[in-house]
T-cell receptor
Framework: DVKVTQSSRYLVKRTGEKVFLECVQD?????MFWYRQDPGLGLRLIYF???????EKGDIPEGYSVSREKKERFSLILESASTNQTSMYLC?????????????????FGEGSRLTVL | DAKTTQPPSMDCAEGRAANLPCNHS???????VYWYRQIHSQGPQYIIH???NNETNEMASLIITEDRKSSTLILPHATLRDTAVYYC????????????FGSGTQLTVLP
């Protein structure tokens, strides 16, 4: 089974701190994604990456950056955390969209990281 | 991507079939119907997807109407562990980066 592992389930940080959220997948997927989930707003895409060192902005990239130095690892960085970044953060991976028939286009999600910024 | 409409909540008795409807009247010809679910405090989980034919896997069945304007996800024998929010999504094949989750349907399986 595909496994997407997020480094921390719960974090509490203070305003202005730098925060790293790590995500690792073990199925050699090309695509990786970072979402945040807030009540009433559904899942919103922050950034995605379709290859090592490649990244593209999603719908809400402001205040975030990402790093993908290795294929299996995709990190989300909050340079200076703010209270409005308190949220559930979800990492996901998928096979390359233009791949063979067995590429279902489905996303595999991690368990989520609940970040509280005080 | 086409918008979907789902009922906000449904109940189902344990052991019975759960039928979750979804309307997607503006779906275009190259858009697939995907279903995901999210159990409380976990990440979303892919269930099934289809284009125009009915589909079945080990988790569920997907019935898509002939005009493709609506679909139904069927959990044949619901268990308490199926209690979750179920999301119906339409998107173009392989465009996972456009995947967006709306409010979904909160399914509660009752003992």
């Amino acid at each position: 089974d595909v496994k997407v592992t997020q480094s921390s389930r719960y974090l509490v940080k203070r305003t202005g701190e730098k925060v790293f959220l790590e995500c690792v997948q073990d199925m050699d997927h090309e695509n990786m994604f970072w979402y945040r989930q807030d009540p009433g707003l559904g899942l919103r895409l922050i950034y995605f990456s379709y290859d090592v060192k490649m990244k593209e902005k999603g719908d809400i990239p402001e205040g975030y950056s990402v790093s993908r130095e290795k294929k299996e690892r995709f990190s989300l960085i909050l340079e200076s955390a703010s209270t409005n970044q308190t949220s559930m953060y979800l990492c996901a991976s998928s096979l390359w969209a233009g791949g063979p028939v067995e590429d279902t286009g489905e996303l595999f999600f991690g368990e989520g990281s609940r970040l509280t910024v005080l | 991507d086409a918008k979907t409409t789902q009922p906000p909540s449904m109940d189902c008795a344990e052991g019975r079939a759960a039928n979750l409807p979804c309307n997607h009247s503006t779906i275009s010809g190259n858009e697939y119907v995907y279903w995901y679910r999210q159990i409380h405090s976990q990440g979303p989980q892919y269930i099934i997807h289809g284009l125009k034919n009915n589909e079945t896997n080990e988790m569920a069945s997907l019935i898509i109407t002939e005009d493709r304007k609506s679909s139904t996800l069927i959990l044949p024998h619901a268990t308490l562990r199926d209690t979750a929010v179920y999301y119906c999504i339409v998107l173009i094949w392989g465009s996972a980066r456009q995947l967006t989750f709306g409010s979904g349907t909160q399914l509660t399986v009752l003992p």
